[in-house]
Structures are given as C-alpha cells and as structure tokens.
C-alpha cells in the first residue's frame, strides 16, 4: 500500500507541526479552536459543496 | 520663563504623526474606499468572459467531450483542461511560499505583498480544482472521488493529489482567514456591511490574541512550505513521473522539474500581481522597488535553472534512450510542436532570465515596470510549456496505434479563457471586500 504510505509521510508531519502549535505558547487563547474549527468546517464544506455539485449537475449532464 | 511641559501627543508634531498614520492606513485600504469606473468596467468584461466560459461548459456538460479535440485511442486524451489545472495548482505555491519567507526568515520588506500571495494561493486552487472538474467525462460523479477514497488512495496518485490539495487549501484558507484578523479588528467600525461581515469572520476573537496568530502564522508556515515540497515536487508531478506507458513522462527528474517550474511561475505570478495593484492603487511608497528586485533576481535563478533542467531532460530522450522516448522528443524539437516550443525556450525563458539575472549583477539597470512585464512573459511560458509536457506523449503513444494531433476546438479555448478571466474576477472582488495589504502598525 504505497499510497497509505505516502499519503501518511504528508498528512502525518502535517498534523504533528498543528499540534505542536496548539500546545505552544501562549496557551490562555482561543485561537487554537478557531484554528480547527475552521479546518473542520472548510473540509466539511468542501465535501458538501462536491455532493452538491455532483448533484446538481446531475441535471445537466446527458 | 517658567516652560510648560506639554504632552507630546497634543504638539503640533504629535497631532501631525497621527495625521500621518491615519493617512497611512488610508492609503493601504485605497480599494476598499474607493471603486473606480475602470475597475468597474474591467470586472464587467472578466464578468463576460467568465461567462462565455461557462455557457461553453454547459455545452459540454450537455453534448459531452465530444465538443473538445481530445480523443482515444488516437489523439491527446489530456488535453488543455489538464494544462490549466498543472498550471493553477504549481502557480499556488509561489503565494505561501512568499508569506512563510516573511514569517519564517522574517523578511519584512515582503510584507506588503504576502497577503496578495496568500490569496493568489486560494483562487488559483480554486481554479486548479475547477479544472480538474471540466475535465472530467462524468462531472456529476465527482462525489465518488470521496466515496471510493479508502480504496483507491493506495494505488492512485490522482487520489493523493485531490487529498494533498485540499489539505493544502485548507490550511491555506485558515492562514489566510487567521492572520487577516487583526485588519479586520482594525476596520470593523469603519464600514457597514462589509464591517458586519468582518464581525462574523472575527468569531471567538479575543483582545491579545496576536501573539497566538504570530505563532500559528509560524508554524503553519512550517507545513505550508511542507506541503508546497509534496504537491509540487511529490504527488502532482507523479502522475507523469510514475507512467512507464507514456514516453516522455517517465522520469525521477519529474519531482524537481515540476517543483522548479511551480516556484518560478508563482514567483512570477505573485510579481505580476504586486506590480499591477502598485500601479493601480499607486502603492508605490507601499511596495518598494526592492520587493521587485528581490523577487526579479529569484526569478531570474530559478527559471535559468529550469532550462538547465529541460536540456537534462532533453538529452536523456535523445542519447542513448528507447525509440517512443526519441520519437516524443522529436515532436517537440522539430516537429509540429517545435515552434512553440523554442519560442517558449527563448522568448518565454531564456531572455527574460537573463535579462533579469543581469539586472541583479548590474543594478543600475533594474526597472521594476519591465521586470513586472518579464514576469506575465515567464507566466505564459510556463502555461506553453504544461502544455509541451502533457500534449506530445500522449500524441506519440507506446502502443501501436498511428500518431495522433490536438487542435484544441473554441469551447476549450473558451471554457480556457473563462477560467482565466475568473480567477481575475474572483481576486478583485477579494481585493473590495478586505484588506490586501496586511497593516504594519502592531
């Protein structure tokens, strides 16, 4: 499975260089929620927003 | 005489700083404050075009790709939808790369333009993706790229690149979003409705929370510049790199390759932006000369090198290489792609790098005007030479089938132009609603 392998060797560093933020200093501060909250919302948004179209262009295509 | 010890805040001197720091941050929301008719009247022509693009989308979408010139099993099954979408994603680089140097090496004199690269990052994905959506057979089965995701991410590369992209995207959007915050808390009171807008977008601020967002700005400039390595140099260029069936394509010099044109073209792109804004909105004591000759000598070094690496690439096909390898390149060098090839090679490439790398030796010639010009020649020279990449091999196929020929038809060549013309829309209708100019006062 080289694909898992490598889609880990990326998102892995990734997640760790996001953690090590969220416990850096200064650590009385909200911006490491509003930070997920919106990586949570836009990969949600992006999902939805792919079904939408999907659908919506289901109507058009012949 | 007794002296009266006065505040320094109510001198005339005082008074006249903040007059000056008034006018100053005035001057750096000019496109928020006032809309020319110029403007006005270069976003109804975007408007237009970008239309015509998607009245020629939904002829396709109705009639199928049989409106393009693509076709199997003779012919280019990739044609300029895949170009475009090789260019976009690449030229989204150049923009964080530009916005992490300043946060990561502390290169202030960028500043002014690392917000413009932040969000020529964000349309440029946008597009790249938009692409990606155009091109395919069956649209309305987009949703299956996540449905079928766990089965196909281990023996896809297109998979791995849709899954790089929008970890990308996203983390591009929450920096964008996070650390234009403080310029909306500066501005939130000055407008109506673009102020209530500002006021949700600054959802869960705190007073202080700077510090924090320097902090993030830092780190995630850290796997920004990560991620630019494995898009870039990693999973974009494996969907060629990996292909032993497609001469010309199969090469463990495709990572670099690609991650050198992608630094340039960007590079390229966030200059082109710079200096027309500068111009625009007369932001020439904003954006120094010096951001241009910085940029203009990178430039000048990284696309001098590209061409290193094209003749590495050419001599590999040429030397001692299998037949389909020579036959490829033989299309390009000589045959019916040759002469868009060398003028991109020399018009496109070799004189504006030189002329650029000689103006960094010899600074009296520098100019930013021309400098600025070079870099939308060096632009459209890289989108000639995606096309130079994915068109040739797949026109001179391993298998026995006769050579092939790609003309692109007008609805590509429209749907082309409509993706462009958006992606201009998209940025200066940004440009209206928020600061583009991140604000220097702490």
Redesign the interface.
């Known amino acids: 499975?080289?694909?898992?392998f490598?889609?880990t060797?990326?998102?892995a560093?990734?997640a760790a260089?996001?953690l090590?933020?969220v416990l850096?200093?200064?650590h009385k501060?909200?911006?490491?929620?509003?930070?997920l909250?919106?990586?949570v919302v836009?990969?949600g948004g992006?999902?939805a927003l792919?079904?939408l179209?999907?659908?919506a262009?289901?109507f058009?295509?012949? | 005489m007794q002296m009266v010890k006065m505040d320094p805040r109510e001198d005339i001197g005082g008074r006249l700083t903040l007059i000056a720091r008034q006018q100053h941050k005035d001057e750096l929301i000019r496109p928020l404050l006032n809309t020319s008719k110029q403007y006005l009247l270069v976003c109804g022509a975007l408007a237009l075009i970008a239309g015509w693009g998607i009245y020629a989308w939904?002829l396709q979408?109705?009639?199928?790709l049989g409106v393009t010139a693509m076709g199997t099993p003779v012919g280019a099954t990739w044609g300029v939808y895949i170009v475009n979408f090789i260019f976009f994603a690449c030229m989204a680089h150049g923009g964080m790369a530009v916005s992490a140097a300043v946060h990561l090496l502390k290169a202030e004199k960028l500043k002014p333009i690392g917000r413009m690269g932040e969000v020529l990052t964000i349309v440029t994905l946008a597009m790249a993706g938009f692409s990606i959506?155009i091109d395919m057979g069956?649209?309305?089965?987009?949703?299956n790229?996540?449905r079928y995701w766990p089965e196909?991410?281990?023996?896809?590369?297109l998979?791995?690149d849709i899954?790089?992209i929008?970890?990308y995207?996203?983390?591009s959007?929450?920096y964008l979003?996070?650390t234009m915050r403080r310029d909306l808390v500066r501005h939130a009171d000055r407008f109506d409705l673009r102020g209530r807008l500002y006021k949700l977008l600054l959802?869960?601020?705190?007073p202080g929370?700077e510090?924090?967002?320097d902090?993030?700005a830092w780190?995630?400039s850290?796997?920004i510049i990560?991620?630019i390595v494995?898009l870039s140099g990693?999973?974009i260029p494996w969907i060629f790199g990996l292909l032993p069936s497609q001469p010309g394509w199969f090469s463990s010099l495709a990572g670099p390759y690609f991650l050198t044109a992608a630094m340039a073209s960007s590079i390229a792109a966030v200059m082109l932006v710079a200096g027309i804004l500068r111009k625009g909105y007369r932001w020439q004591e904003v954006i120094k000369p010096d951001v241009f000759r910085t940029l203009g000598a990178v430039l000048g070094l990284i696309t001098a090198f590209y061409m290193y690496l094209t003749f590495a690439e050419q001599l590999t096909m040429n030397f001692a290489a299998p037949r389909p390898e020579v036959v490829v390149s033989e299309l390009v060098l000589s045959g019916e792609l040759s002469p868009l090839y060398w003028v991109t090679m020399v018009a496109g490439f070799g004189i504006p790098s030189l002329v650029l790398i000689l103006q960094t030796i010899r600074p009296a010639w520098f100019n930013v005007t021309r400098t600025v010009v070079l870099s939308g020649v060096i632009i459209a020279a890289f989108w000639a030479k995606r096309f130079l990449i994915v068109v040739p091999s797949l026109l001179r196929p391993l298998l026995p089938f006769p050579f092939g020929t790609y003309n692109p038809t007008w609805a590509e060549w429209s749907i082309i132009a409509g993706t462009f013309a958006l992606a201009v829309l998209l940025y200066m209708l940004f440009i209206k609603v928020f600061p583009i100019v991140e604000g220097h006062e702490k």
């Open positions: 499975m080289i694909g898992l490598i889609i060797l990326i998102v560093p990734v260089i996001i090590a933020f850096d200093k200064p501060s909200r911006v490491p929620g509003v930070f909250g919106s990586v836009l990969f992006m999902i792919m079904a179209l999907g659908t262009l289901s058009i295509v012949g | 939904i979408l109705s009639q199928g959506i069956r649209p309305d089965r987009i949703f790229m996540i196909r991410v281990g023996t896809s590369p998979t791995w899954t790089v929008m970890v995207f996203v983390l959007a929450s979003w996070l959802i869960g601020y705190q929370e510090k924090k967002i902090r993030l780190w995630l850290i796997a990560f991620l494995a990693g999973v």
